[in-house]
Protein backbone atom coordinates (compact mmCIF):
# COMPACT_ATOMS: atom_id res chain seq x y z
CA UNK A 1 0.00 0.00 0.00
CA UNK A 2 1.28 3.73 -0.76
CA UNK A 3 2.10 5.93 2.44
CA UNK A 4 0.57 9.23 2.26
CA UNK A 5 3.49 11.88 3.07
CA UNK A 6 1.81 13.77 5.07
CA UNK A 7 2.50 18.10 5.20
CA UNK A 8 1.16 19.41 8.64
CA UNK A 9 2.75 23.04 7.48
CA UNK A 10 -0.59 23.39 4.85
CA UNK A 11 -3.91 24.08 4.87
CA UNK A 12 -5.82 23.12 2.01
CA UNK A 13 -9.81 23.31 0.42
CA UNK A 14 -11.73 20.74 -1.03
CA UNK A 15 -13.73 23.25 -2.98
CA UNK A 16 -15.39 19.68 -4.74
CA UNK A 17 -16.37 16.52 -3.29
CA UNK A 18 -19.03 14.00 -3.19
CA UNK A 19 -18.02 12.34 0.21
CA UNK A 20 -21.89 11.42 0.54
CA UNK A 21 -21.79 9.29 -2.51
CA UNK A 22 -21.88 5.40 -1.42
CA UNK A 23 -17.91 5.01 -2.23
CA UNK A 24 -17.65 6.65 1.19
CA UNK A 25 -20.23 4.42 3.32
CA UNK A 26 -17.79 2.16 5.08
CA UNK A 27 -15.59 4.23 6.50
CA UNK A 28 -16.58 7.91 5.87
CA UNK A 29 -15.27 9.12 9.50
CA UNK A 30 -11.69 6.95 8.60
CA UNK A 31 -11.54 8.98 5.02
CA UNK A 32 -12.25 12.01 6.94
CA UNK A 33 -9.61 12.05 9.30
CA UNK A 34 -7.11 11.22 6.95
CA UNK A 35 -7.88 14.16 5.12
CA UNK A 36 -7.96 16.53 8.55
CA UNK A 37 -5.09 14.87 8.97
CA UNK A 38 -3.45 15.69 5.47
CA UNK A 39 -4.79 19.27 6.51
CA UNK A 40 -7.80 19.77 4.66
CA UNK A 41 -9.87 21.89 6.54
CA UNK A 42 -13.00 22.48 4.22
CA UNK A 43 -14.59 20.05 2.12
CA UNK A 44 -17.58 21.43 -0.17
CA UNK A 45 -20.07 18.78 -1.40
CA UNK A 46 -22.19 19.46 -4.99
CA UNK A 47 -25.51 18.29 -5.58
CA UNK A 48 -26.66 16.13 -8.09
CA UNK A 49 -29.85 15.30 -7.77
CA UNK A 50 -33.14 14.55 -5.08
CA UNK A 51 -32.27 11.72 -5.08
CA UNK A 52 -29.18 11.63 -3.44
CA UNK A 53 -29.12 15.01 -0.96
CA UNK A 54 -30.60 13.59 2.19
CA UNK A 55 -27.37 12.41 2.63
CA UNK A 56 -25.27 15.12 1.43
CA UNK A 57 -27.21 17.24 4.17
CA UNK A 58 -27.07 14.19 6.85
CA UNK A 59 -22.47 14.52 6.24
CA UNK A 60 -23.16 18.53 6.04
CA UNK A 61 -25.12 17.68 10.04
CA UNK A 62 -22.51 15.17 10.75
CA UNK A 63 -19.70 17.39 10.09
CA UNK A 64 -20.67 21.17 10.78
CA UNK A 65 -18.15 23.87 10.38
CA UNK A 66 -16.11 21.97 7.56
CA UNK A 67 -18.91 20.46 5.66
CA UNK A 68 -20.56 22.74 3.27
CA UNK A 69 -23.68 21.92 0.69
CA UNK A 70 -24.32 23.14 -2.33
CA UNK A 71 -27.56 22.98 -4.12
CA UNK A 72 -28.54 22.74 -7.55
CA UNK A 73 -29.42 20.16 -10.09
CA UNK A 74 -26.47 18.58 -12.43
CA UNK A 75 -26.67 18.10 -16.03
CA UNK A 76 -26.76 14.67 -16.28
CA UNK A 77 -29.31 14.71 -13.53
CA UNK A 78 -31.83 16.83 -16.30
CA UNK A 79 -34.07 14.08 -17.68
CA UNK A 80 -38.41 13.94 -18.37
CA UNK A 81 -38.87 15.30 -13.97
CA UNK A 82 -36.57 18.47 -14.88
CA UNK A 83 -39.78 21.07 -13.80
CA UNK A 84 -39.97 18.82 -10.21
CA UNK A 85 -36.26 19.10 -9.99
CA UNK A 86 -36.25 22.56 -10.36
CA UNK A 87 -38.80 23.46 -8.48
CA UNK A 88 -36.92 21.58 -5.48
CA UNK A 89 -33.87 23.16 -6.10
CA UNK A 90 -35.71 26.93 -6.10
CA UNK A 91 -37.55 25.85 -2.85
CA UNK A 92 -34.57 24.83 -0.70
CA UNK A 93 -32.51 27.75 -1.93
CA UNK A 94 -35.39 30.46 -0.65
CA UNK A 95 -35.59 27.64 2.39
CA UNK A 96 -31.88 28.26 3.84
CA UNK A 97 -28.39 29.24 2.57
CA UNK A 98 -26.55 26.96 0.60
CA UNK A 99 -22.69 27.33 0.12
CA UNK A 100 -22.71 27.62 -3.85
CA UNK A 101 -25.64 26.87 -6.54
CA UNK A 102 -24.23 23.69 -8.40
CA UNK A 103 -23.26 21.52 -10.08
CA UNK A 104 -24.86 23.13 -12.58
CA UNK A 105 -24.01 23.10 -16.43
CA UNK A 106 -23.92 21.39 -19.63
CA UNK A 107 -22.55 17.69 -20.31
CA UNK A 108 -22.54 16.38 -23.78
CA UNK A 109 -20.59 13.61 -23.36
CA UNK A 110 -23.32 10.77 -22.24
CA UNK A 111 -26.26 11.41 -23.76
CA UNK A 112 -27.69 14.87 -26.15
CA UNK A 113 -31.58 14.01 -25.92
CA UNK A 114 -32.22 16.35 -23.23
CA UNK A 115 -29.93 19.40 -24.54
CA UNK A 116 -32.35 21.89 -24.81
CA UNK A 117 -33.51 21.22 -21.07
CA UNK A 118 -29.93 20.87 -19.88
CA UNK A 119 -29.62 24.82 -21.68
CA UNK A 120 -32.62 26.00 -19.92
CA UNK A 121 -31.64 24.24 -16.36
CA UNK A 122 -28.12 26.16 -16.51
CA UNK A 123 -29.67 29.47 -17.46
CA UNK A 124 -32.77 29.42 -14.39
CA UNK A 125 -30.13 28.30 -12.11
CA UNK A 126 -27.69 31.09 -12.90
CA UNK A 127 -30.52 33.20 -12.36
CA UNK A 128 -31.50 31.80 -8.96
CA UNK A 129 -27.54 32.19 -8.20
CA UNK A 130 -27.81 35.65 -8.53
CA UNK A 131 -31.34 36.00 -6.68
CA UNK A 132 -29.58 34.38 -3.63
CA UNK A 133 -26.31 36.21 -4.37
CA UNK A 134 -24.45 32.91 -4.34
CA UNK A 135 -21.38 31.46 -6.72
CA UNK A 136 -22.22 28.79 -9.16
CA UNK A 137 -20.15 25.93 -9.69
CA UNK A 138 -20.02 24.63 -13.13
CA UNK A 139 -19.88 20.92 -14.66
CA UNK A 140 -19.13 21.30 -18.00
CA UNK A 141 -18.23 18.42 -20.65
CA UNK A 142 -17.89 18.13 -24.02
CA UNK A 143 -19.24 21.74 -23.84
CA UNK A 144 -16.78 24.07 -22.85
CA UNK A 145 -17.32 27.16 -25.36
CA UNK A 146 -21.01 26.71 -25.20
CA UNK A 147 -20.61 27.01 -21.59
CA UNK A 148 -18.55 29.84 -21.25
CA UNK A 149 -21.03 31.75 -23.83
CA UNK A 150 -23.61 31.21 -21.32
CA UNK A 151 -22.33 32.38 -18.71
CA UNK A 152 -20.90 35.37 -20.74
CA UNK A 153 -24.51 36.01 -21.37
CA UNK A 154 -25.60 36.43 -17.28
CA UNK A 155 -22.51 38.19 -16.72
CA UNK A 156 -23.36 41.36 -14.93
CA UNK A 157 -20.19 42.03 -12.68
CA UNK A 158 -21.95 40.29 -9.73
CA UNK A 159 -21.97 36.32 -11.13
CA UNK A 160 -19.31 34.64 -9.89
CA UNK A 161 -17.53 30.63 -8.90
CA UNK A 162 -15.86 28.28 -9.74
CA UNK A 163 -15.58 26.17 -13.55
CA UNK A 164 -15.11 22.45 -11.90
CA UNK A 165 -12.69 19.92 -13.27
CA UNK A 166 -10.92 22.24 -15.83
CA UNK A 167 -9.37 20.97 -18.36
CA UNK A 168 -9.33 22.76 -21.72
CA UNK A 169 -6.01 24.68 -22.97
CA UNK A 170 -5.36 28.15 -22.25
CA UNK A 171 -7.29 30.33 -24.84
CA UNK A 172 -10.70 29.03 -22.92
CA UNK A 173 -8.54 29.37 -18.95
CA UNK A 174 -8.46 33.23 -19.77
CA UNK A 175 -11.84 33.06 -21.36
CA UNK A 176 -12.87 31.82 -17.88
CA UNK A 177 -10.74 34.43 -16.05
CA UNK A 178 -12.12 37.28 -18.31
CA UNK A 179 -15.40 36.02 -16.87
CA UNK A 180 -14.42 36.78 -13.40
CA UNK A 181 -14.08 33.03 -12.47
CA UNK A 182 -11.83 30.37 -10.75
CA UNK A 183 -10.66 27.44 -12.17
CA UNK A 184 -11.21 24.19 -10.22
CA UNK A 185 -8.21 22.08 -10.82
CA UNK A 186 -8.26 18.32 -9.84
CA UNK A 187 -6.06 15.02 -10.24
CA UNK A 188 -6.26 14.80 -13.98
CA UNK A 189 -3.21 17.38 -13.34
CA UNK A 190 -1.24 14.71 -12.42
CA UNK A 191 -2.27 12.50 -15.30
CA UNK A 192 0.67 11.92 -18.08
CA UNK A 193 -0.62 12.76 -21.17
CA UNK A 194 -2.58 15.68 -19.48
CA UNK A 195 -2.35 19.27 -21.00
CA UNK A 196 -3.34 20.93 -18.26
CA UNK A 197 0.45 21.77 -16.94
CA UNK A 198 1.23 23.34 -20.58
CA UNK A 199 -2.33 25.23 -20.14
CA UNK A 200 -1.81 26.42 -16.68
CA UNK A 201 1.54 27.59 -17.18
CA UNK A 202 0.99 31.51 -18.02
CA UNK A 203 -2.37 31.15 -15.93
CA UNK A 204 -1.70 33.06 -12.36
CA UNK A 205 -2.64 30.80 -9.15
CA UNK A 206 -4.89 33.69 -8.05
CA UNK A 207 -7.57 32.34 -10.47
CA UNK A 208 -7.05 28.74 -9.08
CA UNK A 209 -9.05 26.79 -6.61
CA UNK A 210 -7.96 23.14 -5.96
CA UNK A 211 -10.73 20.00 -5.32
CA UNK A 212 -10.80 16.00 -5.93
CA UNK A 213 -14.45 15.00 -7.32
CA UNK A 214 -13.62 12.66 -5.24
CA UNK A 215 -14.18 9.25 -5.30
CA UNK A 216 -13.87 10.10 -9.42
CA UNK A 217 -10.86 11.36 -10.47
CA UNK A 218 -7.73 10.37 -8.34
CA UNK A 219 -4.28 11.64 -8.74
CA UNK A 220 -1.10 9.48 -9.73
CA UNK A 221 -0.28 7.21 -7.89
CA UNK A 222 -3.62 6.19 -7.14
CA UNK A 223 -5.42 5.96 -10.45
CA UNK A 224 -8.00 2.97 -10.47
CA UNK A 225 -8.78 3.36 -7.21
CA UNK A 226 -11.36 5.44 -5.20
CA UNK A 227 -10.37 9.04 -4.84
CA UNK A 228 -10.62 10.60 -1.24
CA UNK A 229 -9.75 14.41 0.07
CA UNK A 230 -6.52 13.71 1.42
CA UNK A 231 -4.75 12.97 -1.79
CA UNK A 232 -5.55 17.00 -2.76
CA UNK A 233 -1.99 17.49 -1.31
CA UNK A 234 -1.00 15.28 -4.60
CA UNK A 235 -2.60 18.10 -6.71
CA UNK A 236 -1.03 20.72 -4.55
CA UNK A 237 2.77 18.99 -4.92
CA UNK A 238 2.06 19.16 -8.71
CA UNK A 239 0.85 22.46 -9.05
CA UNK A 240 3.83 23.49 -6.89
CA UNK A 241 5.95 21.63 -9.27
CA UNK A 242 4.31 23.53 -12.33
CA UNK A 243 4.71 27.11 -10.82
CA UNK A 244 8.34 26.46 -9.65
CA UNK A 245 7.50 26.77 -6.20
CA UNK A 246 6.68 25.10 -2.66
CA UNK A 247 3.51 23.37 -2.22
CA UNK A 248 2.90 25.42 0.85
CA UNK A 249 2.82 28.51 -0.98
CA UNK A 250 -0.27 26.56 -3.53
CA UNK A 251 -1.97 26.10 -0.29
CA UNK A 252 -1.87 29.34 0.81
CA UNK A 253 -2.99 31.23 -2.28
CA UNK A 254 -5.75 28.50 -3.54
CA UNK A 255 -6.91 28.05 -0.10
CA UNK A 256 -7.53 31.78 0.12
CA UNK A 257 -8.91 32.08 -3.07
CA UNK A 258 -11.88 29.42 -1.75
CA UNK A 259 -12.60 31.61 0.96
CA UNK A 260 -13.66 34.13 -1.43
CA UNK A 261 -15.45 32.58 -3.44
CA UNK A 262 -17.59 30.58 -0.32
CA UNK A 263 -17.22 33.72 2.29
Known sequence: MHRLQFNFHMELIDTHCHLYAPEFAEDIDKMMQRALTAGVIRFYLPAI?????????????????ICFAMQGLHPCSVKNDVKEALRHVEESLARRKFSAVGEIGLDFYWDRSFEKEQYSAFHQQIEWALKFDLPIVIHSRDSIDQTISVVREHQN??????????????????????????????????YKNSKLPAALKNIGLENIVLETDAPYLPPVPFRGKRN??????????????????SPEEVSMITTSNALKIFS
Not at 161 to 167: D, L, M, P
Not at 173 to 183: H, P, Q, T
Open 228 to 245: ESSFIIYIAEKMAEIKGI
Open 49 to 65: DMESEKDMLDLEKRYPD
Open 157 to 190: GNLRGIFHCFNEGEKQANEIIALGFYLGIGGTLT
